[in-house]
């Protein structure tokens, strides 16, 4: 039984940064990303890695801002967030894939955790 289990949202200010955490308990793959939803909208990827070879991807909206990273040992993924803007508020979501994903499309994930809520006020 996988279970993935968000940490780490919050609220902050514009410009602040924080940083998200996903404890995976039993095997969920080698491919794991951070999604997020906000109100109204639909559920869209952040950023995804490849957790054997640290080949990593992220959506324009983020690049150069977020970083996706891996303790294997630890079994954690996480979510480095800097700059953060009102517009990156979401619940945001650890998933996992047993096959390469195509694109980061949420269809395509196996595993999601219960989500993390981040607020970013202007």
């Known amino acids: 039984q996988v279970q993935l289990v968000e940490s780490g949202g919050g609220s902050v200010q514009a410009g602040g940064s924080l940083r998200l955490s996903c404890v995976a308990s039993g095997f969920p793959g080698y491919y794991m990303g951070w999604f997020r939803q906000a109100p109204g909208k639909e559920r869209e990827g952040v950023a995804t890695?490849?957790?054997?070879?640290?080949?990593?991807n992220y959506a324009d909206s983020v690049k150069g801002r977020f970083t996706i990273s891996t303790d294997n040992a630890k079994n954690t993924l996480y979510l480095q967030m800097n700059t953060l803007k009102p517009e990156d508020t979401a619940i945001y979501y650890c998933?996992?894939?047993?096959?390469?994903?195509?694109?980061?499309?949420?269809?395509?994930?196996?595993?999601w955790g219960q989500g993390t809520q981040v607020t970013v006020s202007s």
């Open positions: 998933a996992a894939a047993l096959l390469r994903p195509v694109r980061m499309t949420p269809s395509q994930y196996n595993y």
């Open positions: 890695i490849y957790t054997r070879g640290g080949i990593t």
